[in-house]
Every structure is written in C-alpha cells, then in structure tokens.
C-alpha cells in the first residue's frame, strides 16, 4: 500500500499571492501562517495597512496606560475573518504571561491585551506586527490552493516581515525564494 503524501509543514512559512488571485484582499499579499493543522489553517496579512489607525488610537481604545514614547506602531488588516479582532506577530524575545503561541524558530503569535500593556511599558517585543482580523481555510483547503497554484511558499526572515516597507514585502518576499515578480504574469500570452 503507497503511503499519502506526508502534510506540508506551513507553520512559519509566508504565503505569496500569485498575481492573478481573484479575491482583491489577498492580491499582493504576503501572509504569515500562525497555525496549520487537519483543522485548516491561520495566518495574518503582513503588507497591508489600516489606512489612518496607528497602535495609539487602539490603546486609546482599549483604555491602555501609554507611556509618552509608546511606539505608534501601524495597524495591519491581517485578514477578512474577525476583523474586529487583534493579533501581535513578533519575535521569539517575547512571551505573554497569558498566551504567545511559537510560530516558528523566529516568531511568535499573542493575541491576549497583555502584550499591547506589555508594548505601552516598553515591555513588549523588540519587534511587532500588529493586525486585525486574520486569514483562515477550512481543513484542506488552503493545501488545494497551493496545490492550483493560488500560492506560492517562502522562508521569510524577520527582516522583510519587521522592516521592509509595505510596498516592497511581496517582491522581497519572491526574491527571497529567487523568483523576480517580473517573470509572474496575470495573464497568459502567446508566442
């Protein structure tokens, strides 16, 4: 009997959207995926901001003490699932009293309010990634997307997630797996 293919190990690993994917909140998008398991899958768009909502206004919010020099980090839209709800990806520095979820050797995820009083005390993460809603599949689901093509996979370094401009994520992101998006066609033509 031929054993299945063994599961694809996702969990730290980016998503890049191929250019032609038809729902517009995932074009261009690079996701980091937080959980993966016979149950589906979680991740957080990490390119596109919240136009005009900074970690400020959420702490205000919130009722959460800042200090005079609390970073005002962006807020992110991590996704079109409960996008009232708030997701902190940041180094592996960093572990909540309550809940951080290890998201690889690199990374964490916590999305209990500590973390944002932790980040107003300046006893947060060195680096952080804060977002609102997040990206999810069903069981098996986004395995059929990567296996039609949908996504592309990549080892992405804290460095493009933390500090490569918005705008630059994706083609970093391809880079970081030799592809240069130039070659990357939405549509197909003939020679």
């Known amino acids: 009997m031929i054993s299945p293919d063994p599961p694809i190990e996702l969990v730290g690993k980016c998503l890049i959207s191929m250019p032609d994917i038809p ?6 998008s690079v996701i980091f995926i937080c959980a993966h398991s016979a149950e589906g899958a979680m991740g957080l ?33 991590g996704g079109p699932v409960e996008h009232g709800r708030g997701f902190v990806l940041h180094g592996a520095d960093y572990k909540s009293e309550l809940s951080t979820m290890k998201t690889g050797l690199q990374f964490a995820m916590t999305a209990t309010i500590d973390i944002l009083e932790d980040i107003g005390a300046h006893k947060g993460p060195e680096r952080a990634l804060i977002a609102l809603g997040y990206a999810g599949w069903g069981p098996g689901q986004l395995e059929q997307e990567i296996a039609a ?14 500090d490569t401009p918005d705008s630059q994520k994706w083609s970093a992101s391809l880079g970081a797996i030799g592809i240069d998006p130039a070659i990357l066609s939405s549509s197909g033509g003939s020679a």
Request: without cysteine; negative net charge; proline residues 9%.
């Open 23 to 28: 729902d517009p909140r995932f074009q261009s």
């Open 45 to 77: 768009i990490v390119n596109k901001r919240v136009q005009d909502v900074e970690l400020g206004d959420l702490m205000d919010q919130l009722s959460i003490p800042k200090g005079d020099t609390s970073p005002d980090l962006p807020i992110y839209f």
């Open 149 to 162: 093509n949908g996504w592309l996979l990549a080892d992405v370094g804290p460095d493009i997630i933390f």
